[in-house]
């Protein structure tokens, strides 16, 4: 699975796509925006932070349709929030490909059990990371761990409790990786 990914702004409307719901903590979900299918995180105060606008169609299989993966990558959100291992997002690289997973502590590999996507062959990892969160929550500082080689970590409860609302949100960059 492949992703490509657009920083999103506030938009107007909203319509959700059905998931199971989960008590208590942040809730991932896969919303519609203009038509657009956005991995949205929820917080316990009812801020709704977009994660990934699923925007690129280009490099996946046709079965993995923008709305399929938005499902999915909400999911794994979700299941790596629910199961605690939701502590850094990192970068890192499965099966050759680079890819962004949840870990548990900085120095956690990635693995199929931490996926969270798999980024387009030859994409930076890093870049990709770092150009898809940095709107919202790191110019709080503290968030963001570079280590050696293409690994980046991103504390992701201090990203997410610096994280502005989407509705306050008027940034819009394009990321097609």
């Known amino acids: ?5 657009t920083s999103v702004a506030a938009l107007s409307m909203v319509a959700t796509i059905d998931q199971p719901s ?18 949205v995180a929820q917080t316990q105060d009812g801020r709704k932070v977009p994660m990934i606008q699923w925007s690129s169609q280009d490099y996946f ?4 349709n923008s709305e399929r993966r938005c499902y999915e990558v909400s999911r794994r959100f979700q299941k790596s929030y629910d199961n605690g291992r939701l502590k850094y997002i990192k970068t890192g690289v499965l ?14 590999p990635c693995t199929d059990s931490s996926l969270l996507f798999t980024l387009k062959r030859g994409s930076n990892a890093k870049t990709t990371l770092r150009r898809l969160m940095n709107r ?9 761990n570079e280590s050696g080689g293409d ?11 610096n994280a502005t609302n989407d509705q306050n949100s008027d940034i819009n960059q394009d990321i097609n990786e």
């Not at 699975?1 to 990914?5: C, L, N, R, S």
């Not at 979900?29 to 203009?34: A, G, L, S, V, Y």
């Not at 299989?61 to 993995?64: C, D, G, L, Q, Y």
Request: net charge positive.
């Open 1 to 5: 699975m492949g992703i490509g990914v």
């Open 22 to 39: 989960y008590a208590g903590g942040t809730i991932f979900k896969c919303e519609k925006r203009q038509g657009v299918p956005v991995t």
């Open 61 to 64: 299989p046709r079965e993995w």
């Open 95 to 108: 099966r050759g490909q680079p890819v962004v997973c949840a870990a548990i502590n900085q120095n956690a």
């Open 136 to 144: 919202r929550g790191l110019v709080a500082g503290n968030v963001l």
């Open 151 to 161: 690994s980046l970590n991103i504390d992701f409860d201090t990203y997410l409790n």
